[in-house]
């Protein structure tokens, strides 16, 4: 997730820059970094536990797909609806807007900066938790799926504050759950 990250993570040291203009703004962004790579890696561990978990109950085939209809059908239907949410919407627009975060966020400092990085990571997992989830359809290990998904957040991130991607994407979602479940 950190190349969908990559221009608030530049303009947090762009900002850094310009407001210690007698400091070097390579720390504070590292701690920037760190705090959004603290949440991810928690979910990381979540999901490694959660994919443990499924491999034990032979939900998922040693390579990382699933193995059941059933849970393909569920997480597809999970991500879709959680497409049209209203934590979906109130997280993309976090992630859409970085000026309007830091101006509403920004705090002074290492630790500043890291508590901004963990508040963003957590608004970027909001967004974007129910699309990882996918992989354990898809297969965890499949570089397609993961560049799919990860191309879709970008364009999600990327289109000015209208939700039609992102719903979009919910229908086609639930309609790929229907044609699995129903042969649609």
Not at 94 to 109: A, D, L, N, Q, S
Request: proline share 3%; aromatic share 14%.
């Amino acid at each position: 997730m950190v190349p969908t990250a990559s221009p608030m993570i530049l303009l947090f040291a762009e900002i850094g820059r310009h407001r210690n203009e007698h400091q070097d703004s390579f720390i504070p962004t590292g701690q920037f970094l760190l705090g959004y790579l603290t949440v991810w890696t928690g979910f990381s561990v979540l999901a490694t536990l959660t994919q443990w978990g499924l491999l034990t109950v032979a939900l998922v085939s040693p390579a990382m797909e699933s193995t059941s209809k059933a849970l393909g059908v569920l997480l597809l239907l999970g991500a879709g609806f959680y497409q049209f949410s209203p934590l979906k919407y109130a997280c993309l627009d976090h992630c859409r807007t970085p000026m309007g975060f830091f101006v509403t966020e920004w705090r002074g400092g290492s630790w500043g900066a890291l508590r901004m990085g963990l508040k963003h990571g957590g608004y970027c997992l909001g967004c974007c938790w129910a699309l990882m989830g996918l992989l354990f359809a898809f297969g965890v290990m499949n570089l397609l799926w993961v560049a799919s998904i990860s191309g879709f957040v970008l364009l999600e991130k990327i289109t000015s504050g209208n939700q039609a991607v992102s719903r979009l994407g919910g229908l086609l979602f639930i309609g790929w759950a229907a044609w699995i479940a129903f042969g649609l």
